[in-house]
């Protein structure tokens, strides 16, 4: 079974603070994607890495950077969390010649 | 357009019944179609995918596939109570490994 998971279920930060999330996964995947889920909006891809030290902007990669040091790690990194960036964030990995993709539990961020 | 559609409000099906649900996408060059089933508050999981056109069951579900109309259906027979969750679709954005999502729709199960 693929397994991906999340360092954290909640996290409750505060404004200007930086924020990081971790994603690993443990099946050699050669793609890993974070998204932001709010309610409304559906899912939004943040950043994608499709092999190491490599990372593509998805549609909302403002105020978000990534980094992916090692195949099964991808990290999320919000510079100066903001109230706006309280949402439930979720990390997804795929093998390089498929699409689907496979979760994480989630981090629910509430930036206060 | 959107690239994914997912039009129907909430479902709500006896148990027993079938819920189906329907998704549209705008891109013809999308060839792999995914099905989501996400309960409250827990992350998406995959439970069925298509590639090629027609029916593809699995279990309790099936999933349709037109590519001539641009549609995938899922059809879930003998609704259970677990069955309760929001479903969201999911198309591959042509020419790389992204997917394209629904914003889902959800289905309560009546006991």
């Known amino acids: 079974d693929v397994k991906v998971t999340q360092s954290s279920r909640y996290l409750v930060k505060r404004t200007g603070e930086k924020v990081f999330l971790e994603c690993v996964q443990d099946m050699d995947h050669e793609n890993m994607f974070w998204y932001r889920q709010d309610p409304g909006l559906g899912l939004r891809l943040i950043y994608f890495s499709y092999d190491v030290k490599m990372k593509e902007k998805g549609d909302i990669p403002e105020g978000y950077s990534v980094s992916r040091e090692k195949k099964e790690r991808f990290s999320l990194i919000l510079e100066s969390a903001s109230t706006n960036q309280t949402s439930m964030y979720l990390c997804?990995?795929?093998?390089?010649?498929?699409?689907?993709?496979?979760f994480g539990p989630g981090t629910r961020l509430t930036v206060t | 357009q959107k690239e994914v559609e997912q039009n129907s409000g909430p479902l709500s099906v006896p148990e027993g019944a079938i819920a189906s649900l329907n998704c549209t996408y705008s891109?013809?060059?999308?060839?792999?179609f995914f099905w989501y089933r996400q309960y409250s508050g827990k992350s998406p999981e995959l439970i069925m995918f298509i590639y090629s056109n027609g029916d593809k069951e699995d279990g309790r579900f099936t999933a349709q596939l037109n590519k001539a109309s641009q549609y995938v259906s899922l059809l879930i027979r003998d609704s259970q109570p677990s069955d309760s969750a929001t479903y969201l679709c999911a198309v591959n954005k042509d020419g790389n490994n992204r997917l394209a999502f629904g914003k889902g729709n959800q289905v309560v199960v009546i006991p």
């Open positions: 891109d013809r060059g999308s060839q792999s």
């Open positions: 997804a990995s795929s093998p390089r010649t498929a699409y689907e993709q496979y």
